[in-house]
């Protein structure tokens, strides 16, 4: 499992990976299996509903006689996962990128690789540090700029965000940028505060540059469990959220929430982070992403 994410990852998901093998290679199904496998599909964080879900649809299978060993139910299995995870999302020409997610999510790491690898591409690349909410934010962001040689535009401690976002538009459309980057605050006195004033940069994004492509992605800290899809439920209902960042995978092995938030709130996820490297992040690709969840 996510042996293309380099061996960093591997070995924290053979231990999911020798279970489900066990399983799979089963002669017989029983009730006993289909809870075995509900076990470590939810240990993996794949969610109550969705683990639900799945067992049900395999439980019905079982029955009507169209799955009955193991081989059948992992065939069974890989086609539900990418049912789940099938999406009829066009690419687009993506130019500018807001960063949302609560505290320590990542926002400011990940707006860092994003910058890196757009950068790397030979594109025009600008940041913009628009968490004035704490000084070391902002501070945090521009030793990034300076490392991976990126513009930035920043504002002064409790300055208005919105100000930051404002100029960083100008500057994008006057110097012909390719890419803008904005990085936001996770917290403010209270959540209704933050979802505003989300909601209030996304509207100056779209006044000042209405002719631009503009993707709002969520940082979800992989290894917080329930919490991240109390996260997602929040910042989905308030904010046009359009793709998750799935961060901190380096430190779980439970890659099972990534169904959950196709199959209960409608998310993709975009891009998964492991690691505080530059080059610690993978574009999340799907199909291979459940081949190697079954079959190494
Ligand atoms: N291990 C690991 N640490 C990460 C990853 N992404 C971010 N971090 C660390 O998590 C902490 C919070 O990240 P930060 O980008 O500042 O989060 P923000 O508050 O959402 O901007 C920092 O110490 C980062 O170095 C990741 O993918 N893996
Ligand atoms: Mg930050």
């Given at each position: ?9 591997k070995k ?6 020798s279970?489900i ?17 509900k076990k ?10 969705t ?38 999302k ?12 609560v ?45 991976t ?37 996770g ?26 492509s ?18 997602a439920?929040?910042?989905?209902e ?47 690709e ?5 081949t ?5």
């Amino acid at each position: 499992m996510f042996g293309f994410i380099k061996n960093k990852l591997k070995k924290i998901y053979n231990q999911f990976t020798s279970k489900i093998q066990g399983i799979f290679s089963s002669k017989t199904i029983d009730e006993q299996t289909l809870y075995e496998l509900k076990k470590i599909l939810l240990s993996a964080d794949t969610g109550v509903k969705t683990t639900k879900t799945l067992i049900e649809h395999l439980r019905q299978e079982h029955k009507s006689g169209k799955i009955g060993d193991g081989a059948e139910l992992k065939q069974s299995l890989e086609n539900k996962l990418n049912n789940i995870l099938s999406t009829d999302k066009i690419e687009k020409n993506t130019k500018v990128y807001l960063l949302v997610g609560v505290n320590g999510s990542g926002k400011t790491t990940f707006s860092a690789k994003l910058a890196n690898k757009f950068t790397k591409d030979g594109k025009k690349v600008l940041l913009a540090a628009a968490d004035t909410f704490r000084a070391a934010a902002t501070e945090q962001l521009e030793q990034w700029a300076s490392k991976t040689n990126t513009q930035i535009v920043t504002g002064g401690q409790k300055q208005d965000p919105g100000s930051v976002v404002f100029q960083a538009c100008t500057k994008f459309r006057e110097e012909k940028f390719d890419v803008l980057i904005i990085d936001t605050a996770g917290r403010l006195q209270t959540k209704t505060n933050l979802m505003n004033e989300l909601e209030k940069l996304r509207k100056i994004i779209d006044k000042k540059l209405p002719e631009e492509s503009v993707e709002t992605f969520l940082t979800i800290d992989a290894m917080l469990g329930q919490n991240s899809f109390e996260q997602a439920r929040l910042f989905n209902e308030s904010t046009n959220v359009s793709g998750v960042v799935l961060t901190k995978m380096d430190g779980t092995g439970k890659g099972g929430i990534i169904f959950a938030l196709k199959e209960e709130f409608n998310l993709t996820v975009e891009y998964i982070s492991y690691g505080e490297q530059l080059n610690e992040f993978e574009k999340f690709e799907p199909k291979k992403y459940v081949t190697e969840l079954l079959e190494k």
